[in-house]
């Protein structure tokens, strides 16, 4: 029975080959550590703590100059190792480092010559950092480098890295470099899934911000963040967003190492979605979608809000089959050789599981729980399952008690993720949050903006990006058409009209455009 409940975990998390070879890095790994003790091998080490770290480069150049990286220096075992490299961000964007505890000099580089190497004589910026093994708390954000005429260099030990090459991604003006893909892209396959599970580090270095979008952002359109399992990724959604009404609703992504401590992840989660600090709170209101394991990620996160007006409102929340209660097989799987993080938090009697409903949910906040009970009612291990988590685990009593529905599905544990009747609902359930914006607005919105080609050396890429989207709404708010919704829409409308100092760069331009191209579209002519 043992050996059966252990399996089903495993086949959970992939395969038992999978493990197997988890198992041996983990020993050479070990062994590596013995004979040279470098801070990169103990970061790979499962049964070590390492920290997630973020923050933004201030100050650096922008646009489509030479390429910049965020490296992490060791000052501990190796003084100068290179232990992790944040590649391809660009100013005043975000970049993402996962370390183990030591100090550090957190170094940004420029490739100046272009020639393929990040060195020391490239570094435009530095900032130590000193990450205690004592720290309760793994998550070290606002750790932001700044860029300043006095700041270079500061680098004593040579180092070169490569320059990582990048695929050919659509760049978005306002996310991070990179973090604008497709559900068919690499970064969401199954190997990088079954890496996020079996070595947690690797996948960092490959996927650092955990953040993913499917399109620019609009500001109009209701978030919904959808939120993997454990082994799984963004593309397990693929069939829901397939069926969601894109000219409303825009995707986000969780995409994290589901081997990693759960609780380390649901601060991210929050620090990334929910502190109003890394997302700046918006104008509508948050959906989350969790799967399996994601639900605890999520649950973890939510505990962690502390009611400021910073953080973004939560219309409403979805778990689907998630073991709130744990997995009875955890329990077991905590005495195999080798311990991915997230399973120690999964046992039904682990610290994580016994406080994960320690504080209750944002009240008002509608909250769905859909499990699943398995084609057929299947049965496994003497319990009803969906194939992989027990009914019972997907319905303890806290999670039940707080939960404005509860609705079973007769799916297996991924199945129901592409069920028609389970999409239907769980759409349906999204699409009952709307939009702040009114219809008249929406349907405005809809149409667009400008189409005229528009001269970089006058109009910045944003300023394109907003007149091509929004030029025909600015129109109809700036001639009485519409109505301002809010009081930053009012100050807007007061700034196009010359009733206030313009401030907004985005008034800046419809002004400018207004100027150079009045014969092309009077500032009454509304889209």
């Known amino acids: 029975m043992k050996r059966c409940a252990l399996l089903l ?3 959970l998390c992939f395969s038992g080959c999978a493990y197997v070879g988890t198992w041996a890095k983990q020993r050479y790994y070990a062994r590596q550590l013995r004979h040279s003790p470098r801070q990169k091998t103990s970061k790979h080490l499962l049964d070590r ?6 923050g933004q480069v201030l100050g650096a150049p922008s646009g489509s100059g030479p390429r910049m990286a965020v490296v992490a220096l060791s000052s501990t075992a190796t003084p100068g190792e290179v232990v992790d490299v944040s590649p391809s961000i660009r100013g005043e964007s975000y970049y993402g480092l ?9 170094a940004a580089v420029l490739d100046r010559n272009r020639d393929g190497i990040y060195s020391e004589s490239e570094v435009i910026a530095v900032r130590p950092l000193q990450l205690e093994a004592a720290a309760e708390e793994k998550i070290r954000g606002g750790i932001d480098i700044q860029v300043s005429s006095d700041s270079r260099g500061g680098v004593a030990t040579a180092f070169r890295v490569p320059v990582r090459d990048e ?3 659509e760049q978005s003006l306002f996310y991070p470099k990179g973090t604008l893909r497709r559900l068919d892209d690499p970064i969401f396959s199954p190997a990088m899934a079954s890496l996020g599970m079996y070595e947690p580090a690797a996948f960092m270095e490959a ?14 359109k209701v978030p919904v963040i959808f939120v993997h399992g454990i082994g799984g990724s963004a593309r397990d959604f693929d069939d829901i967003v397939a069926a969601l009404d894109r000219r409303r609703y825009t995707p986000w992504f969780f995409h994290y190492p589901s081997g990693s401590d759960l609780g380390q992840l649901g601060a991210m989660f929050y620090e990334i979605y929910l502190s109003g600090a890394t997302i700046p709170k918006a104008d509508n209101p948050l959906v989350i979608v969790a ?11 939510l505990n962690r809000r502390r009611g400021t007006d910073r953080e973004p409102q939560i219309a409403t929340l979805i778990t689907i089959a998630s073991p709130l209660g744990g997995h009875p097989a955890a329990a077991r799987g905590v005495h195999a050789p080798v311990v991915i993080p997230s399973w120690r938090n999964l046992d039904p009697k682990s610290r994580f599981i016994e406080s994960l409903h320690r504080k209750p949910l944002p009240a008002g906040m509608p909250y769905h729980l859909f499990f699943a009970r398995g084609e ?3 049965i496994e291990v003497g319990e009803q399952s969906d194939g992989v988590v027990p009914v019972a685990n997907q319905l303890p009593a806290e999670a039940t008690h707080e939960a404005s529905e509860l609705l079973g599905f007769d799916c297996s544990h991924t199945g129901v993720l592409h069920d028609p009747s389970a999409i239907s609902r769980i759409v349906g359930t999204i699409e009952t949050v709307k939009s702040v ?17 528009l001269p970089p050396e006058d109009f910045s890429p944003i300023d394109r990006y907003g007149l091509r989207q929004f030029g025909g709404y600015i129109d109809a708010l700036v001639s009485g058409q519409l109505q301002p919704i809010n009081a930053i829409q009012r100050q807007f409308v007061d700034e196009c009209t010359g009733r206030q100092p313009v401030t907004f760069p985005l008034a800046k331009a419809w002004l400018k455009y207004q100027r150079l191209y009045a014969s092309d579209l009077p500032v009454s002519a509304a889209k």
């Open 167 to 169: 695929p050919p991604l």
């Open 9 to 11: 975990l495993l086949a």
């Open 49 to 54: 703590s390492t920290f997630f770290v973020f």
């Open 437 to 453: 914006y009114p219809p008249d607005h929406l349907k405005v919105l809809d149409r667009g903006g400008y189409a005229r080609e």
């Open 98 to 106: 996962n370390l183990p505890p030591g100090d550090y000099t957190l």
């Open 291 to 301: 799967h399996s394991m994601g639900g605890l990620v999520v649950r973890e996160a």
């Open 376 to 378: 057929h009612h299947l």
């Open 207 to 220: 996927a650092p911000m955990m953040f993913y979008a499917l399109e620019e952002d609009s500001g109009y």
